[in-house]
């Protein structure tokens, strides 16, 4: 058996890791099209505010790939799989070829088609450790930047590059910050923060034209800059398995055990679709945690062990300027809303089920909503008056916690 | 390919049945805190507990929660499906002979460890990284304390083989 595992980030850690539990003998090849050792790509912002640095935002230890016996090729940019011969060609010539194969080839900034574009010498994207290097060497004290994009990855950047002095501007068409993952109330509440952390925004603007340091937008104001940042979004690298023959849509569609629709070979992470359970939706889940269960699941199926995933929900924790949300799951149904000012809660529930939640400031035992999300824990079990007050195990029956605190094991 | 490479996988899921835990029975604990209290003893790796409390708001790893009448401890239960060490995205939780440890080094405080764990054990910190239950075993003391100090037998550390 050979395991050939393309990309090397968080799906391809969890796939590792699942295959060596059943599987100590076969060989796993793993290529990247960067230059590292598996780091964490989420931590490039904290790089920038120097809340860690390059060794200690790898993602496993420097012993990772000889601890599980697996042979790491770098630089390699895999261009086509040959299905028929098992094999994955690469853009140097190269070929390898594959019993099992798992595509962990992740998302790719998205470059919005804006006229112009091409006469901005000081532009950057922001989701890989080179994009990181790259921006804070362009970066000078007073440096005007213009982030495109008020999402997860623009308002992390935003945070990440404020200590150098910079003045920060960010656009983005949405009139929200953080649109993706707030309600309309939640998000004002962020812009706030945000803004009295020195970042200004333009909402509810396209951008007509760039020139070389200027952006023009719809309501004919002009932003001058000295660096852009565009942060639009990201899309999923789905194009192998796409000219492969495999079915796709905005991603690689994978069942539950991670598996696409061509024999022995898997997909997981964020260049993959897969099932909401907070909504009954596919959609492209492009987050961490969900990156490294789809890579477990795929390496414990390719490894002959049968395992489900079918747990996957939207879910994000994010600090911004030391104040924190967390969110999960779908926004829809009934809501329960706490607000003083400074903490904020939402939960959004319908049919005896949490669907989704939002928490700003306190997110204390926010897993606890989480797990109701997840687990499509029916609410006439619990005493959900309380558990919307105050997530803890006090809501859950005495037979549950005997269970999970008491160690007793419920004959039903 | 060499066969057997050292086992030194570094998140060692399962294989928890022969392992002892900390459990608790409600129906024996007294609201009294001080499993919490000897837990914030323990962490401060200082020797004398009057010294290493007097006078310091504890942010111990087990918390009581209680309300009319019921009370029980809650820590770290050390799933055999740990959500928030398959989930951190900086790699410093990890599970190894069947205890979640953090690596205080590498979190940087994202609380996605909080989203994740279902029993609300992990808890944030002014300091950076979160805070949870290691079972004392990176403290000079070895073994957990708060069984050591609940007066009552509420809370002890067995092997049950679940």
Partial sequence: MKYVIIGNSAAAVGAVEAIRR???????????????HVYSRPLISYLLMGKTSEKK???????????NGCELKLNKTAIKIDVSKKQVIFEDGDCESYDKLLIATGSSPFIPPIKGLEKVRNKFTFTRLDDARALEVALKENSKVLIVGAGLIGLKCAEGISRKKVGITCVDLSPKVLSSI?????????????????????????????????????????????????????????SLLKDAGGKTNRGILIDERCRTSIPDIYAAGDCCESMDVSSGEAKVMALLP???MQG??????????????????????????????????????????????????KLFYSDNKLNGYILIGNVEKAGIYTSLIRERTPLDTLNFELICKKPGLMAFSKEFRAEKLGGVRNES | MNSAWPDKSINDFGGDYEL????????????????????AFASSNEKDMARALKG???????????????????????????????????????????????????????YTCILSCPYGAVSPSENGAVLKCELCINTHIGSPQCVKGCPNGAIVF?????
């Fill in chain 1, 22 to 36: 059943n599987d100590k003998e076969s060989g796993i090849v793993i290529t990247s099209n960067e230059r590292y």
């Fill in chain 1, 290 to 292: 969900n990156a490294y």
């Fill in chain 2, 20 to 39: 002892k835990r900390v459990y608790v029975n409600e129906k024996w604990c007294l609201a009294c805190h001080l499993c919490e209290y000897y837990c």
């Fill in chain 2, 56 to 110: 310091i708001k504890i942010s111990p790893r087990i918390k009581i929660e209680e309300m009319d009448g019921i009370s029980f401890a809650v820590s770290c239960r050390h799933c055999s499906e740990p959500l928030c060490v398959k989930g951190c995205i900086t790699g410093a939780l990890t599970k190894a002979n069947g205890v979640v440890t953090i690596n205080k080094d590498k979190c940087i405080g994202c």
């Fill in chain 2, 158 to 162: 067995e092997e049950r083989g679940e």
């Fill in chain 1, 57 to 67: 935002m790898k993602y496993r230890d420097d012993s990772f790939y000889t601890d």
């Fill in chain 1, 182 to 238: 707030l309600d309309d109330e939640g998000s004002e509440m962020v812009k706030r923060h945000l803004e009295d952390n020195g970042i200004k925004f333009c909402l509810k603007q396209n951008i007509i034209e760039f020139e070389e340091n200027s952006a023009l937008l719809g309501d004919n104001t002009r932003i001058p800059f000295d660096v852009l940042v565009l942060a639009v979004g990201v899309r999923p690298n789905i």
């Fill in chain 1, 296 to 345: 477990e699941c795929a390496g414990m199926n390719m490894s002959g062990v049968d395992y489900v995933f079918d747990k996957a929900i939207p879910m994000n924790a994010i600090g911004l300027f030391g104040k924190h949300i967390i969110t999960a799951g779908t926004y829809t149904g009934d809501v329960y809303y706490e607000n003083d000012g400074v903490n904020y809660k």
